[in-house]
């Protein structure tokens, strides 16, 4: 036991050593505001940084809403039961489902079928599919944790249920529903498989102008860094440094959840 | 010959194949309380539950048989559910008010209304927790949340949060099974000040409680409606044996 700690532990340290070291050494404001340059081999990050957060912020806009409702719809309408039933399958199929599966259906569907072609908005609504059954599960336990009192007060008052959702439910799901949300985006902005087909460009020096653009991403810079580089011992460095910044995004991401989630711990008193 | 608020008329309920509740009629004098004891399971909660339709909630259930309130048929097809509600009070074992302010629990019945001003909204909470003997323990507070009280005070913040619809029934079930002697001494007390504006049916586990607060006693056992009528004459001269060796504690 003791052993298998230590090992994990030593993993994470030597992880995190690697990635500051190797990454800091590029790392600068520089790095993170302005273009590459030189085919790659110099410059910074700023059109991918821009890239993933735009990326992210589309995926969160589809399916945030969408998730919630079917949530919402399920915890409380969830009739008849067998269309219930099938939803649940569906979303459990997805939620296990391998990033890149959801890259080419994002393909075939959204670039070839819609005509939506590699863009910010395809790798945006693959991305919001990616993130969904995530956001279902977590926002279905968040309303199901409220204490079934309140339902009951909320509808004994003669509230009907559209009230007692949007008046009690959640009200006092929401802290939950937000924490689940900050996860799935630390999730969405990570992933490199989805956006490989859909949305994401090797090199761009522009920033995009609309949702039919192509953007680039952070995980989709490391990846054609390291894969299409000509010049490894210029662009290497340069992954690292990108590396580190997506590492950090996600881990002050997760922070955050890991905060709100403690201050509702604190403050929640039922 | 005084009104019938509320009964029910051979009022039959199955939960799935379970048949809890046979033949129950129920009056509920108007302006008196209406205890309703018996053993754990008895149905008495159910009962309860049929009058602002709560069963409707739990899937499988069936209900055969009349509920009204005053002439209105409670089960009628078109029934206005929400509204039958607001004007039926209800209130629960456990204490349950909403993690919301002090105010914002007793508007709340209002709020979901609509139709009502900032300052009657106001008055019919002052109007409410007064009515509930809240008003001096909370007024300078009401902004403060409701979890912040206890026990006692959030029971009764949940009967000025159902008297705040002016309902003309308020039902209670088991409501002082969760308090301190001295709370449900308040809540007693309580229940007598408030009949002369409003018809009070009222479960309980505790027969010396029955004792203490009704004007009629009802006494269910296994399902059934097994006796009813004035609480003095069913405590003194009951006229099943069942219920003498229930009230006796023979058991229960």
Redesign the interface.
């Known amino acids: 036991m003791a052993l298998m700690l230590v090992l994990t532990a030593l993993f994470l340290v030597l992880f995190l050593v690697r990635m500051f070291s190797q990454g800091a050494k590029v790392l600068s404001w520089d790095f993170l505001f302005t273009a590459p340059r030189d085919a790659m081999r110099a410059g910074g990050i700023y059109p991918a940084l821009v890239g993933t957060f735009l990326l992210t912020a589309l995926s969160m806009v589809v399916a945030l809403p969408l998730g919630i409702l079917t949530a919402i719809w399920l915890t409380n309408y969830g009739k008849p039961v067998w269309l219930v039933n099938i939803l649940r399958v569906a979303i459990n199929t997805l939620a296990g489902t391998p990033s890149i599966i959801f890259g080419l259906f994002g393909m075939a569907m959204f670039s070839n079928l819609l005509g939506f072609d590699i863009s910010l908005l395809s790798g945006g609504l693959t991305l919001a599919i990616l993130a969904l059954p995530v956001i279902i599960n977590n926002t279905e336990q968040a309303i199901s944790s409220v204490?079934e009192?309140?339902r009951?007060?909320?509808?004994?008052?003669?509230?009907?249920t559209r009230?007692t959702v949007s008046?009690?439910l959640l009200?006092?799901a929401l802290p939950s529903i937000l924490t689940g949300a900050i996860i799935s985006i630390g999730r969405v902005a990570g992933e490199t498989a989805p956006i490989m087909f859909t949305a994401a460009t090797f090199y761009s020096r522009q920033l995009p102008k609309g949702l039919g653009d192509e953007v680039m991403a952070l995980p989709y810079h490391i990846y054609a860094l390291m894969t299409e580089g000509t010049h490894p011992t210029e662009q290497v460095p340069i992954a690292y440094g990108t590396s580190l910044v997506l590492l950090l995004l996600v881990i002050s991401i997760s922070a955050a959840a890991i905060w709100i989630r403690s201050s509702i711990r604190r403050k929640?008193?039922? | 010959m005084v009104d019938i608020q509320l009964q029910s008329l051979d009022l039959n309920l199955w939960f799935g194949k379970n048949h809890v509740l046979h033949d129950v009629s129920l009056p509920v004098y108007k302006h008196q309380v209406t205890a309703m004891i018996g053993p754990s399971g008895c149905g008495k909660s159910t009962l309860l539950r049929c009058f602002n339709r709560m069963n409707d909630l739990i899937p499988g259930t069936r209900i055969e048989g009349r509920a009204l309130l005053g002439d209105a048929d409670i089960y009628a097809p078109k029934a206005d559910v929400s509204k039958l509600r607001s004007r039926i009070g209800m209130v629960f074992q456990k204490p349950n008010p909403f993690p919301k302010s002090i105010f914002n629990n007793v508007a709340f019945g209002l709020q979901i209304q609509g139709g009502f001003s900032k300052a009657e909204i106001s008055n019919r909470v002052e109007e409410s927790l007064k009515a509930a003997w809240l008003w001096e323990e909370v007024k300078d507070r009401l902004s403060s949340s409701a979890m912040s009280l206890s026990g006692g005070q959030q029971q009764r913040l949940c009967i000025a949060r159902a008297l705040a619809n002016r309902p003309d029934v308020l039902m209670l079930d088991e409501p002082t099974s969760a308090l301190d002697p001295q709370s449900t001494a308040k809540i007693e007390e309580l229940c007598l000040e408030l009949k002369h504006n409003v018809t009070i049916l009222i479960v309980t586990h505790n027969v010396a409680q029955a004792g203490r607060i009704s004007d009629q006693t009802a006494f269910m056992y296994l399902g059934e409606l097994l006796e009813f009528g004035p609480t003095e004459r069913v405590f003194t001269v009951p006229a099943d044996k069942r219920t003498e060796a229930y009230l006796t504690g023979v058991f229960g």
Do not use: H, K, M
């Open positions: 204490p009192d309140f009951e007060a909320s509808l004994a008052l003669g509230a009907t009230q008046r009690v009200p006092t929640r008193q039922w």
